[in-house]
């Protein structure tokens, strides 16, 4: 009783802005079902031409009450993933979370500390001669007027939910209860499903007998 379906909701990005937490928060509700990888069907040239059809060989099994959800951060600073979104679904629903320069820089410093190569202060990239460096791509990144003036050509404003990242890793209960609305489901995520890890700083999943920390 289930087959492959194209997603009807896309997690666009942006890198570093909490799309992982945010799609394995929204995995624990039972009308949701997720894509396992970052697909980079719409950015990607060499996989979008291999067609709609590859595509949703990707994506789960899932029942028809349930909502299929794949995220690629890379699609919200793409040229092209608005259109070919649009195409693909005129309805989809979208959801981005924000809150991002300070975990991008992090992620590549300690990849750069393990390779032992040489890294920048974060005022030092950010900053040049007392002006924002729009150079930096951790900044590119996050000029959201930029980026969602293309989204918006082809998408509704009441199509686009921007989930606020700060928030979702410091009470995350009320940000999934604002995305249960925008995808029109049942409220099933509850405060159990949470614990605050003290170790890590965040909160960790307890979903059907197990636990995850991000």
């Not at 492959?4 to 990005?13: C, F, M």
């Not at 060499?46 to 959800?69: A, C, H």
């Not at 992090?106 to 950010?126: G, W």
Request: glycine letters at 6%.
């Amino acid at each position: 009783g289930t087959s492959r379906q194209i997603p009807q909701t896309i997690i666009i990005g942006v890198r570093k802005g909490g799309t992982r937490a945010l799609l394995e928060m929204l995995d624990i509700h039972p009308n949701i079902v997720v894509a396992a990888t970052e697909v980079h069907f719409f950015d990607w040239d060499e996989n979008y031409v291999k067609g709609i059809d590859w595509y949703r060989n990707l994506m789960p099994f899932s029942y028809g009450n349930q909502i299929t959800i794949e995220k690629t951060p890379g699609y919200f600073t793409s040229p092209q993933a608005p259109g070919r979104i649009h195409d693909m679904n005129s309805s989809i629903k979208l959801l981005d979370p924000t809150e991002r320069v300070i975990s991008d820089y992090t992620q590549v410093y300690y990849n750069r500390v393990e390779s032992h190569k040489p890294v920048q202060l974060f005022e030092d990239i950010v900053i040049k001669n007392g002006v924002l460096n729009t150079k930096y791509k951790a900044i590119q990144r996050s000029l959201y007027d930029v980026h969602m003036e293309k989204w918006l050509k082809h998408f509704s404003l009441d199509q686009i939910h921007i989930v606020d990242g700060n928030t979702l890793i410091k009470d995350p209960l009320p940000e999934l209860q604002k995305v249960e609305r925008f995808l029109n489901l049942p409220s099933r995520i509850m405060s159990s499903n949470f614990y605050f890890n003290q170790t890590k700083g965040f909160y960790c999943i307890r979903s059907d007998g197990r636990e995850r920390c991000l």
